[in-house]
């Protein structure tokens, strides 16, 4: 059996601005983000994981970091870093203020089967699924008794956790936004079709809870 420990990265500059954040832009963490990603990493320090994969972009490399730097069996661990991870791309939308009126975002946030991104030359979910999908089953098979860490973003894990436990497509963004460094634990017996939920959007461990 394998267990994923999904984990999205720490609260950023545009995460606190409400801007658009996808796969084509970055902005640094705050002090807060930096103190919710020690603050997981204390919490997952006894966890002796045989891998880390983690997105390409700086917040979640960072966020990554800060959660290794805790652990107590880093000893021999293999961190990967993949573009496969990297958050949806929201094309000319980078950087622009969330407008919570418009329709495309209502649905990318309520009924991602309906969400169509290509008037502002955006990323489909089904492209964001079907690569972040990639990854995780290439791990199970490569760990199938393994413990992996994976820290990525908030689109991109909501989606990808609601369809590896076998959700409809109209419902992969139930239970989002993830909270910012939250921990969502999936199982995957060896040969199974789909992954069995443990924990979901965990932020227990926190001192200081503030909104996504």
């Not at 203020?97 to 009924?111: A, C, G, P, S």
């Not at 199970?140 to 820290?151: A, C, F, K, M, T």
């Amino acid at each position: 059996m394998t267990t994923f420990y999904f984990v999205r990265h720490g609260k950023t500059e545009l995460n606190l601005s409400l801007r658009f954040q996808g796969g084509e832009i970055d902005s640094p963490l705050l002090p807060i983000g930096i103190e919710q990603a020690i603050q997981a990493g204390r919490y997952l320090c006894d966890t002796s994981f045989d891998a880390a994969l983690v997105s390409t972009q700086k917040r979640a490399m960072d966020t990554a970091n800060y959660i290794l730097k805790e652990n107590n069996f880093l000893n021999g661990l293999t961190v990967r870093y993949y573009d496969n991870l990297r958050e949806i791309r929201f094309g000319k939308r980078e950087g622009a203020e969330i407008d919570h009126k418009d329709e495309q975002t209502n649905y990318l946030r309520e009924r991602p089967d309906l969400y169509d991104p290509s008037s502002f030359d955006g990323e489909t979910i089904d492209s964001l699924v079907a690569r972040a999908t990639q990854i995780i089953e290439m791990i199970s098979n490569e760990y199938p008794d393994g413990q992996i860490l994976i820290v990525a973003h908030g689109v991109l894990l909501i989606t990808l956790i609601n369809s590896l436990i076998g959700k409809d497509k109209a419902k992969w963004r139930e239970g989002g936004p993830l909270a910012n460094t939250s921990i969502t634990i999936l199982e995957k017996e060896n040969h199974a079709t789909h992954y069995t939920l443990k924990s979901f959007n965990d932020i227990s461990y926190q001192s200081q809870n503030e909104e996504a």
